[in-house]
């Protein structure tokens, strides 16, 4: 799941990195707003963490803006002000949660799951279809009450693929969830892992939908 981070303090976007990083997300972080505005213009993110005290341009208009173009990616905002009317602006400015300063890396993922979980219209914290269980915080999948033991980026396609049954996603699309601006991607890596997937849980479970992308079909 690709996230964008926008947090102007080194020591605390490095650390968010890092742990983010630990929990599957591919992460693209940047530390100025004006530049962070670009970026959602023209990038696809499942979520953003944004704080609102930024250089250049501060992470309420960023918030506004964002809302402006109709774009509904949910938005955990990181602020050191716990205050009733700040938390009321930021709402109705357009975030989904709020995080105060100083928080628990625990507890930053279990409300970026949450905001996924309610963006993708689930109840349960679980995603499952035809024997398949998969647990976004455990990062554990299982087949039929049978443990799967999956790759990171095995877990991360299936995970997008059943956040996604019925429908079309293209490759380029998958690539786009799975990898941040500086990593390196071989030509065929979505291939191959789909490959272990079907291997792993059932050769039908993915349909290849030839020059379009990779579906899970409902039924």
């Given at each position: 799941m690709r996230l964008l981070l926008v947090e102007d303090d080194e020591i605390l976007g490095d650390g968010l990195v890092a742990g983010l990083k630990m929990e599957g997300y591919a992460v693209d972080w940047l530390t100025n707003g004006k530049l962070a505005d670009e970026a959602l213009k023209i990038n696809s993110y499942e979520l953003i963490v944004l704080d609102l005290n930024l250089p250049d341009m501060n992470g309420?208009?960023?918030?506004?803006a964002l809302r402006g173009r109709k774009d509904e990616t949910p938005v955990l905002v990181l602020t050191a002000k716990d205050t009733v009317p700040d938390r009321i602006l930021g709402?109705?400015?357009?975030?989904d949660d709020f995080v105060i300063k100083p928080f628990d890396l625990n507890e930053v993922c279990a409300r970026l799951r949450a905001l996924a979980r309610r963006n993708e219209g689930r109840s349960g914290p679980n995603i499952e279809h035809k024997g398949i269980i998969l647990d976004p915080a455990s990062h554990q999948v299982t087949l039929h009450n049978d443990k799967v033991d999956l790759s990171q980026k095995e877990f991360e396609i299936l995970s997008f693929l059943m956040s996604n049954i019925g429908r079309v996603i293209s490759r380029a699309r998958l690539e786009e969830s799975l990898y941040s601006w500086n990593s390196d991607i071989e030509s065929n890596t979505v291939e191959v892992h789909i490959h272990y997937l079907r291997k792993k849980l059932d050769p039908m479970l993915i349909r290849t939908v030839r020059g379009v992308g990779y579906i899970i079909d409902e039924d």
């Open positions: 309420m208009d960023i918030l506004r709402l109705d400015s357009g975030a």
